[in-house]
């Protein structure tokens, strides 16, 4: 039996990667197919993006608790200082789509945003 998820996330959003990576691993015990679709959460972040601390007056602690739980599905999260505007990706996602490298590509814009590289 194969399983249709559609995925609603964005780029900027850690929560989003590691339900991905959830996703992901559950693949390995079940034919998943998953359609993303894009979801800019924070359209009035400045398309260069701003400091994560003006965004989120309590980043320092958000981020400490971001890699203590990631640590424990596998993922080293990079120490964020700033908050991306993900506008852009998600319009190369809605290519990638098109070109059926979907999976692919989320997977390494999610790394880009979050991972120690």
């Known amino acids: 039996m194969k399983y249709q998820i559609t995925m609603f996330s964005d780029f900027q959003c850690p929560y989003c990667y590691i ?4 996703v992901d691993s559950l693949r390995e015990e079940y034919d998943i197919e998953i359609s993303f679709r894009g979801y800019e959460i924070h359209p009035d972040i400045p ?4 400091p994560s601390k003006d965004y989120l007056p309590n980043a320092k602690h958000k981020n400490v608790q971001l890699q203590e739980f990631g640590r424990q599905i596998g993922y ?3 120490d964020k200082t700033a908050m991306p505007n993900s506008n852009k990706a998600l319009q190369v996602a809605e290519y990638a789509k098109e070109v059926n490298k979907s999976d692919a590509f989320n997977t390494l814009i999610y790394e880009a945003f979050f991972l120690k590289i």
């Open 76 to 78: 080293e999260f990079a």
């Open 47 to 50: 398309e260069n993006g701003i």
């Open 19 to 22: 339900a991905k990576g959830t």
